[in-house]
């Protein structure tokens, strides 16, 4: 993963975060139609905010993302709109209707691509 320049009319910047969030308890809930519905949701979400994304994976239990945005946009609402989106989406169309919720509260963020022990020990930590 790795991030290149993007050049506009007045700033040069290269701003991009690697998001991990996982579903309650990190519960294998996903399943494959549910993961294509997911990964077209996102896909959408950042076509129509104009992030770029550089990595997408979404499995049973979690969502990883890497995204390269804007220098004005804040980590925290990339993820909380993206959460949103997609439990939306999945609500109204009847999807894990008898979860109370389909995704943690909590997320990880860094600016470069973690290592495996810690995204592990991060899902780890949301099946408590």
């Not at 890497?66 to 909380?80: K, L, Y």
Request: overall charge positive; some cysteine; aromatic content about 12%.
């Amino acid at each position: 993963m790795s991030f290149s320049y993007r050049h506009e009319q007045h700033q040069t910047h290269r701003v991009g975060f690697y998001f991990l969030w996982t579903t309650l308890r990190a519960r294998n809930v996903l399943k494959a139609e549910h993961r294509n519905q997911c990964r077209r949701i996102i896909e959408s979400f950042c076509k129509d905010n104009e992030y770029e994304i550089v990595e997408l994976k979404v499995n049973d239990n979690s969502v990883q993302l890497c995204v390269q945005v804007w220098p004005d946009i804040a980590a925290e609402s990339i993820v909380r709109q993206c959460k949103r989106k997609v439990s939306g989406a999945f609500r109204k169309k009847g999807i894990l209707k008898n979860y109370p919720s389909i995704f943690t509260r909590s997320y990880f963020v860094d600016v470069d691509e973690p290592s495996e022990s810690e995204i592990d020990r991060f899902i780890a930590k949301q099946r408590r």
